[in-house]
């Protein structure tokens, strides 16, 4: 099975800065684009930013220049460094990668896995 594990959460004043973590783990062959996305209380989810695996980036208007993402491909792990950061960007902050397993006769298709969320709350 697959699983995608994020860490790196936290309380963060504003301004501060934090950095998340998501590393997926179990029988991988082959990860095309990782993304983050949040979700705050009352509130539609929405994609922060996301990856190729070839290192093209795509950000949210509200994030651009305050958030990086990258990755490391041997270890099938994206990174969010989020700075100056914003009572508004309080939510849970959710992984998600598009990517093939493993399988007996070579790989799958592509499917898409999460990760189980991580809270980022910005607050003096």
């Known amino acids: 099975q697959v699983q995608l594990v994020e860490s790196g959460g936290g309380l963060v004043q504003p301004g501060g800065c934090l950095r998340l973590s998501c590393a997926a783990s179990g029988s991988i062959f082959r990860i095309s684009v990782m993304a983050w996305d949040r979700q705050a209380p009352g509130k539609q989810r929405e994609l922060v930013a996301n990856i190729t695996s070839g290192g093209s980036t795509n950000y949210a208007d509200s994030v651009r220049g305050r958030f990086t993402i990258s990755r490391a491909n041997a270890k099938n792990t994206v990174y969010l460094q989020m700075n100056s950061l914003k009572p508004a960007d309080t939510s849970v902050y959710y992984c998600?990668?598009?990517?093939?397993?493993?399988?007996?006769?070579?790989?799958?298709?592509?499917?898409?896995?999460w990760g189980q969320g991580t809270q980022v709350t910005v607050s003096s």
């Open positions: 998600n990668a598009d990517l093939q397993r493993r399988t007996l006769w070579g790989s799958s298709s592509y499917e898409n896995y």
